[in-house]
Every structure is written in C-alpha cells, then in structure tokens.
C-alpha cells in the first residue's frame, strides 16, 4: 500500500506546487484516494476462484486498480505470489481473507483486510474454519446421493485447486459438468442452498472469534455484501447492531450482490451504525462473474472508507 500510496502523493505534490517539499496534508489524501481505484474482494485457485493468485493481480493491474486486495476463503497461502506478482505489475497488495462464520442461524462472510499474514492466532483460526470442510463436503454429498445424485464428492473434489478448500462452488461446477443445471447461479438455487438437497447446516467460527482473531493480526473486520443474507428487516439491523458492537470496523456497500438501492441503503446504514465503508467485485474468474476486477464506481465520497485507517 504505502509504496503506490507515496508514489501518487509525491506526484500530486509536484503538479500542485511545483516540487514542493513532501509534507502530510490529510485532504489531500482524501482527494488522492476518490482517484485511486480500490478491488478489496476478489478469489484464486488457492480457494474457488479460477485464475492463480498472480493471474488475479496481473488482471486487475491491466483493468485499472492500484490498490487489491485477495480474499480467499478461509485462506492467505496465496498472498506471498499475489504480492510479488502486484510488486512487478505497480499496483498495490493488501492482505486479504474472506472468512466463513455463523451468526444465529445463517453464515455470514468477514472479510479481513490490511493484517499481518503470519500472525499465528489468525493462522489457527483460519486453520480451523477449514479443517470442518472436508466433512461438510462429505455430508453435501451424502445428501445429493439421497436425491438421486451420486459421486458428488469424487466429482467436486476433481475441481478442486487447493487440497486444504473445497467448497460448494466445486460441486457447483460438477453439477453443471453432470448436467444437473445449466449454469452456475441455477446450481445454487436448485441445489446448495437452504431447504434444498445438496445443502448441509455447518457451524463455522463464531462472530467474535472472527473479529477477535482479524484484530489481533492487526487487520480490519467487513461485513460481505450484506444485501446477501436472508434476513428480516430486524434480523438485519441485529446482525449489523452486533457486529459493530462486536468490534467489527465496515461493511461492504459496493458489492456485486447489491441492486442500486441496496448500495444506498447500506451506505446509509453505515453511517448510521458508525461503520466504514468497503467495495469489491467477488470476482471468481472468467465466466462465473458478474462483475470483473475494478469494475464498480468509486465508493460514494462521503463515506468513510475502510482504507482510511491504513
Ligand atoms: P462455501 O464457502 O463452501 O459455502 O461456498 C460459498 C461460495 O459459493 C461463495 O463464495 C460463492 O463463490 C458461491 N456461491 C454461493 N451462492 C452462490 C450463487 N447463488 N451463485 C453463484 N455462486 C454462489
Ligand atoms: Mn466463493
Ligand atoms: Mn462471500
Ligand atoms: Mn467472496
């Protein structure tokens, strides 16, 4: 970050006052970041993304971003390729990690962002929101056989890229290759998701652990694409009133989840619930999403974004 970040800065102080000595000007920071163009959610093959971690950065170096961040699931072993690939394509890496938690009776996504990778309580916790998966993919399977479908395991586990991830995207993509449905977002609604066959209830980490272990790797807590919850209008206000009073720092408002009036919405809500704002694409690769790296707006300038506390 503070590479590209001093690059841009000492650029503007030249054009703006002709080499004028390096001094701190926090508006002009302000400025600075409206122009600099932030992807702070996005997947490799070290989780279900398509594209090596290196790909991703060189991607979203060619389509315009200074500044990603990638946020495997549960997962940072691809930050040391992501970082030397940014360090070559000039553009700027922030740690990143999406993780999986539960809340009452739903999963809720926490990205982390801007913390130390090697900090060991974050790693064990993150070690153990993975090591439930293997058997959750195996009871998904066990209830895709009940419905008819078999090898399910054997079949998702073909589409795997990191032996440690496996998700429901990898059977997403088996169901498609099998024919079951024609297209990814169809497998979700047919298969994956609640109430149908193919969807297990798993416990993940807990909101507080989450948060906990994000703090003390010295990083940042945002809410994922909170629009995607299937929540009540009260849930959604208890989930955002306890996440704050959890510690965590942000929610995503710009987010490919969101319809235009669930961007506004959300920016409200940060404001009212006093939390920062954040913006990424979820990109997964060719394909498979709606939007590609560093294609949404710029966060709405009166919003206090994430990355002003890096
Ligand atoms: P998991 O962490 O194993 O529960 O898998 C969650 C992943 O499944 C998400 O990160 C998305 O990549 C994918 N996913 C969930 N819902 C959908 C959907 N409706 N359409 C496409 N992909 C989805
Ligand atoms: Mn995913
Ligand atoms: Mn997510
Ligand atoms: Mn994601």
Same mark, same amino acid.
């Given at each position: 970050?503070?590479?590209?970040?001093?690059?841009?800065?000492?650029?503007? %102080?030249?054009?703006?006052?002709?080499?004028?000595?390096?001094?701190?000007?926090?508006?002009?920071?302000?400025?600075?970041?409206?122009?600099?163009?932030?992807?702070?959610?996005?997947?490799? @093959?070290?989780?279900?993304?398509?594209?090596?971690?290196?790909?991703?950065?060189?991607?979203?170096?060619?389509?315009?971003?200074?500044?990603?961040?990638?946020? *495997?699931?549960?997962?940072?072993?691809?930050?040391?390729?992501?970082?030397?690939?940014?360090?070559?394509?000039?553009?700027?890496? =922030?740690?990143?990690?999406?993780?999986?938690?539960?809340?009452?009776?739903? @999963?809720?996504? =926490?990205?982390?962002?801007?913390?130390?990778?090697?900090?060991?309580?974050?790693?064990?916790?993150?070690?153990?929101?993975?090591?439930?998966?293997?058997?959750?993919?195996?009871?998904?399977?066990?209830?895709?056989?009940?419905?008819?479908?078999?090898?399910?395991?054997?079949?998702?586990?073909?589409?795997? @890229?990191?032996?440690?991830?496996?998700?429901?995207?990898?059977?997403?993509?088996?169901?498609?290759?099998?024919?079951?449905?024609?297209?990814?977002? *169809?497998?979700?609604?047919?298969?994956? @998701?609640?109430?149908?066959?193919?969807?297990?209830?798993?416990?993940?980490?807990? %909101?507080?652990?989450?948060?906990?272990?994000?703090?003390?790797?010295?990083?940042?807590? %945002?809410?994922?694409?909170?629009?995607?919850?299937?929540?009540?209008?009260?849930?959604?206000?208890?989930?955002?009133?306890?996440?704050?009073?959890?510690?965590? *720092?942000?929610?995503?408002?710009?987010?490919?989840?969101?319809?235009?009036?669930?961007?506004?919405?959300?920016?409200?809500?940060?404001?009212?619930?006093?939390?920062?704002?954040?913006?990424?694409?979820?990109?997964?690769?060719?394909?498979?999403?709606?939007?590609?790296?560093? *294609?949404?707006?710029?966060?709405?300038?009166?919003?206090?974004? =994430?990355?002003?506390?890096?």
């Amino acid at each position: 970050m503070e590479c590209c970040f001093r690059a841009w800065y000492a650029a503007c %102080v030249r054009i703006d006052a002709g080499c004028a000595p390096y001094r701190y000007d926090p508006r002009l920071t302000a400025r600075i970041f409206q122009l600099m163009r932030f992807d702070l959610h996005c997947h490799s @093959t070290r989780s279900d993304g398509l594209l090596a971690p290196a790909e991703v950065v060189r991607r979203a170096a060619a389509r315009g971003v200074d500044v990603l961040a990638l946020t *495997d699931h549960d997962e940072t072993a691809g930050l040391d390729e992501a970082r030397a690939a940014a360090e070559e394509a000039g553009i700027a890496l =922030v740690a990143g990690a999406e993780l999986s938690v539960s809340w009452e009776d739903i @999963t809720i996504h =926490v990205v982390a962002l801007h913390f130390d990778p090697a900090h060991g309580g974050l790693q064990d916790g993150l070690d153990q929101i993975r090591s439930g998966r293997d058997s959750r993919a195996r009871r998904i399977a066990d209830s895709l056989a009940a419905a008819g479908i078999d090898g399910a395991y054997e079949g998702a586990r073909r589409y795997v @890229t990191s032996e440690r991830l496996i998700s429901r995207t990898h059977f997403a993509r088996f169901l498609v290759e099998a024919g079951h449905a024609h297209e990814m977002k *169809d497998v979700f609604s047919r298969y994956l @998701t609640p109430g149908r066959p193919g969807y297990v209830a798993h416990a993940w980490a807990g %909101v507080e652990d989450a948060i906990g272990w994000i703090h003390e790797a010295g990083g940042q807590a %945002v809410l994922a694409h909170p629009g995607r919850y299937k929540v009540t209008p009260t849930g959604l206000r208890r989930l955002l009133g306890e996440f704050r009073d959890r510690g965590g *720092d942000a929610i995503e408002v710009l987010s490919p989840s969101h319809q235009a009036a669930q961007v506004a919405q959300f920016a409200s809500l940060a404001r009212v619930y006093g939390l920062a704002a954040s913006t990424g694409s979820d990109y997964h690769g060719p394909g498979e999403s709606w939007l590609d790296l560093g *294609d949404l707006p710029p966060l709405p300038a009166w919003l206090d974004p =994430v990355w002003k506390r890096w």
